[in-house]
């Protein structure tokens, strides 16, 4: 395997200063890419910025908050005019919402808030990256899904139905883009460790590990080996596709 695959090239990853963001941003500059990181939280951004820049990467942090159309314009803007191009975009940034919560209870505020970050932010990352990918005529752009999208979490109506979005969303903008160059792929994690899910109610954790096969929560840096093979340029014949990281779960 090349352990320069994205030499000379500029990747985005937005919710890249903690998580899953972050694991794939350092391995994407391992392998050679400058990396610009959208975050809202304006202390991990800089201190992830400082640890890349540490290991003698090139990199950049801006504060997006992806649900802002202006501000994701602005946040693309500040990268073509420090890089000059965008080849890369993982949207990463998400949140889980209420948990063992029936539809019931669910409330229309807590619903219209992780639409707008899980879905509606999708689609801003993705419309105003393919605007810069198309002019090159090459892009590989991952929005980061969930199992829940594929098979649905109970008690987490908000969350599942967004991350269906947002698969949705893939095959759509896949072919639409399929003769551009350009490649458009989702990855469907089951339960991975992370800052994320500190929130979540035990019982709802617990459930949702029960339904993992091996038996074990999925690591950040599992995450981020597949992300990175899918955003290579190697990876030029899958686009509108899903791809699995489930430890087993996934059914389809």
Request: hydrophobic letters at 45%.
């Amino acid at each position: 395997m090349d352990n320069r695959r994205f030499e000379n090239q500029v990747a985005i990853i937005s919710g890249g200063a903690d998580g899953l963001g972050k694991a794939i941003a350092l391995r994407l500059a391992a392998e050679g890419a400058k990396v610009a990181l959208f975050d809202l939280n304006d202390q991990k951004l800089q201190a992830t910025i400082h640890e890349l820049e540490g290991l003698g990467g090139e990199a950049l942090g801006v504060r997006v908050d992806i649900v802002s159309e202006h501000e994701v314009i602005a946040g693309y803007e500040a990268v073509i005019k420090k890089f000059g191009r965008v080849d890369v975009v993982i949207n990463s940034a998400g949140i889980v919402g209420p948990t063992s919560t029936s539809i019931l209870e669910y409330g229309v505020d807590d619903f219209d808030r992780i639409y707008r970050v899980n879905l509606r932010g999708a689609f801003l990352m993705a419309k105003y990256g393919l605007t810069h990918m198309e002019k090159c005529q090459y892009g590989r752009m991952l929005l980061i899904a969930s199992i829940a999208g594929k098979e649905g979490n109970p008690f987490m109506a908000g969350y599942s139905a967004t991350k269906a979005g947002v698969i949705g969303l893939v095959k759509g903008l896949g072919k639409e883009f399929a003769n551009n160059g350009i490649t458009i792929n989702g990855l469907a994690p089951a339960v991975i460790k992370t800052a994320m899910n500190e929130d979540t109610d035990p019982e709802q954790l617990a459930y949702m590990a029960s339904k993992i096969p091996m038996g074990r929560l999925g690591t950040v840096a599992e995450v981020a080996a597949m992300a990175s093979f899918i955003v290579s340029p190697e990876n030029s014949f899958s686009t509108g596709f899903i791809y699995d990281i489930s430890g087993g779960r996934a059914t389809y």
